[in-house]
């Protein structure tokens, strides 16, 4: 069942590529697998699947000690400083950069174990009280200063956008991030290297491509609905 989930979920990356014109190669699917017991993950990998994201740093760091070591582990979720050193040796990217305070943080512990770590900036675009992320006239001047330290490398954005039952109305949303993209990677800033765009979730992760979307994160449409405290590690 979850093998066919995940291809009926290329697929529609395949159509939404080709509607668009792009190359299926440009948009990276993460398989958000958090909640979800190593089991299904198992399945998942089984059937292709090779980048996951979890949102809590516990979590990740006991799936990576239990899966094959060749996958791909995204940081998408919230992150306290404390919790860094979790993730900082296992995850390839962390998606949810916010704060200076926070950059700074990973900075630290990156230049202690001498890696450099990719990071997205974390925009609330439809700028929502309950979300995180910074407000979208904050990115540009937020990069800037993330891209004086060393350990640390803004690779692009990320979102979440509203949740809806039409999909349609985030397009806008997705489309104002792009333009935000395009502009911040036009100033050519020093160790930025604007080329990821990670928007798009379940249930608008089609529009997400149309408008853009390098990564787009899907969790139900994979694993199925979450019902919290089910996590067995
Ligand atoms: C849970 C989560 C997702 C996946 O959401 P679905 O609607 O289940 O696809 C994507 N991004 C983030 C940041 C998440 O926390």
Redesign the pocket.
């Known amino acids: 069942m979850l093998c066919e989930n995940l291809q009926r979920v290329e697929q529609k990356i395949r159509a939404a590529c080709v509607r668009t014109g792009r190359s299926q190669e440009e948009v990276t699917l993460?398989a958000?697998s958090?909640t979800k017991p190593v089991e299904m993950l198992q399945e998942v990998y089984d059937a292709g699947a090779r980048e996951f994201?979890e949102?809590k740093p516990q979590e990740l760091k006991e799936k990576y000690s239990q899966l094959p070591s060749d996958i791909k582990w995204h940081m998408?979720?919230h992150l306290q400083t404390n919790k860094i050193k979790y993730i900082i040796e296992r995850a390839c990217m962390i998606?949810?950069i916010d704060s200076f305070h926070l950059a700074e943080a990973v900075s630290k512990e990156a230049i202690k174990r001498n890696l450099v770590m990719p990071v997205l900036i974390e925009v609330n675009i439809a700028k929502e009280d309950t979300k995180f992320g910074i407000i979208p006239e904050e990115a540009e001047k937020l990069i800037q200063q993330i891209s004086k330290l060393p350990g640390i490398q803004v690779r692009g954005l990320?979102t979440?956008a509203p949740y809806t039952d039409c999909p349609e109305e985030n397009r806008h949303y997705f489309a104002d991030l792009r333009k935000l993209f395009v502009d911040i990677k036009a100033k050519n800033i020093d160790n930025v290297d604007m080329r990821d765009l990670s928007m798009g979730?379940?249930?608008d992760?089609e529009i997400a491509i149309e408008e853009g979307a390098t990564m787009v994160?899907?969790?139900?449409?994979?694993?199925g609905t979450?019902i919290y405290g089910e996590t067995q590690l």
């Open positions: 993460i958000v958090k994201g949102n998408i979720g998606h949810s990320m979440v979730m379940t249930g992760y994160r899907v969790g139900t449409g994979i694993f979450r």
